[in-house]
């Protein structure tokens, strides 16, 4: 099981681009990185999932560079209703991998 | 709405009790995973069940149990309760098995919150 490490927490103000890096130096070739958010007393909700280069939705984009030895969450324009715990999950497609979440970053937004 | 119900969403009890969770996964979800969030802290993954089997396990006390029915519900059993039992108890489902069956998430409950006194 790839071990991830976040900053604990950052802050921005509403409008900046956020971008929340995770570092999994041991990825194995056939791990995957994913994205949750969870709001307080609310369970995780994913944001995006990627194996490699580039993945963008309607909420975020995934930057994951050729090592893959980290990966970037791209928030753009965060408003106040970002504010959040981002987490980041590495998992194999031998489905093996149990769903397990770190302490993830804590992501404040001030107006 | 994630389409997981979890039940109740309030619990208090005393210590030395024991209570009995509920999760109704999303309508033809095979896969139920619990979790514990103590104040402040992380999520901790207790156990998944894929199809009424155990898959896998984590960090889970030997005074909790889980199962998973054959309609595909799941039961948290915590006995014997403790201060520190006090936390938020989610549930979440997935199709299948996240990364083997081409499930990429999984969907969670809005938590039953336990506080033990």
């Known amino acids: 099981l790839a071990k991830t490490t976040q900053p604990i927490s950052m802050d921005s103000y509403e409008g900046q681009e956020v971008n929340i890096t995770c570092s999994h130096n041991?990825?194995?070739?056939?791990?995957?990185i994913t994205w949750y958010q969870q709001f307080p007393s609310q369970g995780p909700r994913f944001i995006i999932q990627?194996?490699?280069t580039k993945v963008t939705n309607e909420v975020a984009s995934l930057f994951i560079p050729a090592d893959r030895k980290s990966s970037t969450l791209s928030l753009p324009r965060v408003s106040l209703s970002d504010t959040a715990v981002y987490y980041c999950?590495?998992?194999?497609?031998?489905?093996?991998?149990?769903?397990?979440f770190g302490k993830g970053t804590r992501l404040s937004v001030i107006a | 709405d994630s389409g997981v119900t979890q039940t109740p969403k309030h619990l208090i009890t005393a210590t030395g009790q024991r209570v009995t969770l509920r999760c109704s996964p999303r309508?033809?979800?095979?896969?139920v995973y619990w979790y514990q969030q103590s104040l402040d802290q992380g999520l901790q993954f207790l156990i998944q069940?894929?199809?009424?089997?155990?898959?896998a396990k984590g960090n889970i006390l030997e005074r909790f149990s889980a199962q998973q029915f054959p309609d595909l519900h799941s039961e948290l059993n915590l006995s014997s309760l403790e201060l520190g039992d006090s936390a938020l108890y989610f549930c979440?489902?997935?199709?299948?098995?996240?990364?083997?069956?081409?499930?990429?998430?999984?969907?969670f409950g809005q938590g039953t919150r336990l506080t033990v006194v």
């Open positions: 309508s033809g979800d095979l896969s």
């Open positions: 979440a489902s997935s199709g299948g098995v996240i990364g083997l069956t081409g499930d990429t998430e999984a969907f």
């Open positions: 069940y894929y199809n009424g089997e155990e898959r």
């Open positions: 041991n990825i194995a070739t056939n791990d995957y």
């Open positions: 990627g194996y490699k």
């Open positions: 999950l590495v998992g194999d497609s031998s489905g093996n991998t149990p769903l397990v």
